[in-house]
């Protein structure tokens, strides 16, 4: 099995790009990523994306994405595990050129979710749950967030201010991100006066949809010498019952300390190494969850690391260092690769003021349904 | 890389199956792969399936499969190129088995259309097609392939009738297939009175849609020593513009040539060599224009392949041996799989009457949209 290198990277802002259609934005991150590799063309495209079949009448993706790109003849295909499509994605095309099936790839990450009615939006984001004991009782996702973080709040006796710190970091990072969907300070104040969503989820413990294009360039590390490299050094993926209530235990994410367990196990690091962790907070519960699965907490101490300032970026584990989910944005099934995008951008030493000092080796985590699938990558600087 | 095995095949009757879910389906045939691999378990699941977001409400589906057939914690994977999303999921498979990162995944084709309105299935397989510029003009699915078949009758002066061995061959065959969905032996003359449908393209024309799953069971080969064995010999994939009029040449389809070739390259044959012939008789139409570009025949020609015999299973390329997507069914993005299952069949000797001699090379092609995205695999039976 041939090691990855990643040469190249690109991202559209995230927005709502009423002007553009998904084409339009597949184009523009295929063409940046392209020149920031310093390539023509590729001989694959996987696009991770999660909603063109209920939101764009686009089921068919990945060839026409790959023609309109100027990537006529490539291996084209779409990947789909809802909001950890991006990286399903990455890891298909990562096993591709891992395989020595092809030389070179591009991981597409994309999702146009604006233009629609949010009643829509709502109800394709539900398609992520499961259709027949979930979404059949009338849950939504957020409500589904939402009944995790009130069990975990009751289970060891933190209130709800104490999550602010997650957002309040997050936004403060995106501030430095010119991708990111909302340049907006906030404060614990804010936080907790910002509109109710589903209790005890509020407007500034939720991400914000989008639409965005984010894109990868994935070659065989031995072709490129002389001078540093990134690569995928751990790569691993895991599933949880799909239905929240399945689990014996709803408060610890399985999946997420499988695959991290595997991805540190590939890499040969242990969670004292990562220099940075990009999470995925799609609800400031999960940033705990996460943490707390990853190792980097005791159970039911995620929210710890917030209060105690260890997920700044000059702290012990720096997270969502442009904005995370919750300000930079989430256009679902791209987010992995934004998440990617990232990191690469931290071991380039690229991220002005929300720069992790040295950032050596790096990590991101994304999770399709309430932890349903999750897939950890670890990148290092070498 | 590692060269891959098929350790064992399962798969559902396609049918309107009203009693079942798509989880039940799914369950049947990977229990089925299971004892038919001697296995209880597998480290990843690639369930190829195109409609489960539109027509069930369902898009995190993999997860949900994993949990339910026993595969619990699997990686689990959806893959979608519309309706050969089956065979890229091979292809996904093949390549995390390939690589070394898994050592051993099961290949799911999945999907369940019959509970829907027919207008909900047309327009959900209209999403293959370019949404802003074939379906946004009204043209459906079947329609683009009436335009062809138009088209090439007109270029090469071939009439209808000429047409009606590919249909009277795969229903035949199909008589001795139990998992087919139609078991109703046609006739030239019942070809020709059949129910207009989009001139030229009759009823018995196109193949039906159905709800039917299907599973393969791969392992690294190295692992299967004495007896015979059924390897991946070739695989490729290639893509072309999505919309049909971007091509500068409907009436050839460069990507099954292109992904065709590779496959013979990899797997050291000419066409001459093959077998047997699983190919995308989505419409008669495509069954000329596949054995044309897989180099059976001259440009112009496939229909004489038919008119001659060649296409019976003891003739010179048999095709549609099992009653192909015309009389098994074509459950769209399981037939991918269906495909293989059915060339697996073929080398195991299984086939009964409609058995090709001794075959010991089987090709399988699957077409995802009017000839986007054509996926090519070649087995061996070693």
Same mark, same amino acid.
């Given at each position: 099995m041939r090691q990855v290198a990643i040469l190249g990277i690109g991202q559209t802002k995230i927005?709502?790009?009423?002007?553009?259609s998904i084409r339009d934005l597949a184009v523009q991150a295929i063409r940046t990523v392209l020149q920031d590799a310093g390539?023509?063309?590729?001989?694959g495209l996987f696009a991770g994306n999660m909603m063109a079949g209920i939101l764009?009448?686009?089921?068919?993706?990945a060839p026409l994405l790959a023609d309109f790109a100027g990537l006529k003849g490539a291996e084209a295909v779409k990947v789909d595990t809802a909001c950890a499509s991006g990286s399903a994605a990455l890891r298909a095309a990562l096993m591709a050129v891992a395989s020595g099936e092809l030389d070179s790839a591009i991981v597409l990450g994309i999702e146009k979710m604006a233009d629609r009615h949010p009643h829509e939006v709502t109800a394709g984001l539900a398609t992520?749950?499961?259709?027949?004991?979930e979404v059949e009782m009338g849950v939504s996702f957020v409500g589904l967030n939402a009944l995790l973080m009130r069990r975990y709040m009751h289970e060891?006796?933190?209130? =709800?201010?104490? /999550? &602010?710190p997650f957002s309040v970091n997050a936004h403060a990072n995106a501030? =430095?991100?010119? /991708? &990111?969907r909302l340049h907006q300070k906030i404060t614990v104040e804010d936080f907790e006066k910002s509109a109710m969503i589903a209790t005890p989820i509020n407007l500034l413990d939720a991400s914000p949809i989008g639409d965005g294009a984010a894109a990868l360039y994935l070659v065989p590390a031995e072709t490129l010498r002389g001078g540093t490299r990134i690569v995928i050094a751990g790569s691993a993926a895991a599933t949880d019952t799909?239905?929240?209530?399945?689990?014996?235990?709803?408060?610890?994410?399985t999946a997420a300390y499988k695959s991290a367990q595997e991805a540190y196990r590939q890499a040969g690091v242990?969670?004292?190494?990562?220099?940075?962790f990009e999470l995925?907070?799609?609800?400031?519960i999960m940033s705990a969850l996460s943490l707390e699965a990853c190792g980097f907490a005791e159970r039911g101490q995620g929210v710890r690391l917030g209060l105690e300032g260890?997920?700044?970026?000059?702290?012990r584990i720096p997270i969502t260092?442009?904005?995370?989910?919750?300000?930079?944005?989430?256009p679902v099934g791209a987010t992995g690769v934004y998440q990617i995008v990232e990191v690469v951008q931290q071991l380039r030493g690229?991220?002005?003021?929300?720069q992790v000092p040295d950032a050596r080796i790096g990590m991101a985590q994304n999770i399709g349904g309430s932890g349903a699938t999750i897939i950890t990558h670890i990148l290092k600087r070498e």
């Open positions: 927005d709502e790009h009423w002007d553009k390539r023509e063309s590729a001989e764009d009448e686009q089921n068919n993706l992520a749950a499961d259709a027949d004991f060891y006796g933190w209130k =709800h201010a104490d /999550f &602010a501030l =430095h991100n010119p /991708f &990111a799909l239905a929240v209530h399945d689990r014996s235990d709803a408060l610890f994410l242990s969670p004292q190494e990562i220099d940075v995925h907070d799609a609800f400031t260890d997920i700044l970026p000059g702290g260092t442009r904005g995370g989910l919750k300000a930079r944005g989430h690229a991220c002005g003021p929300s």
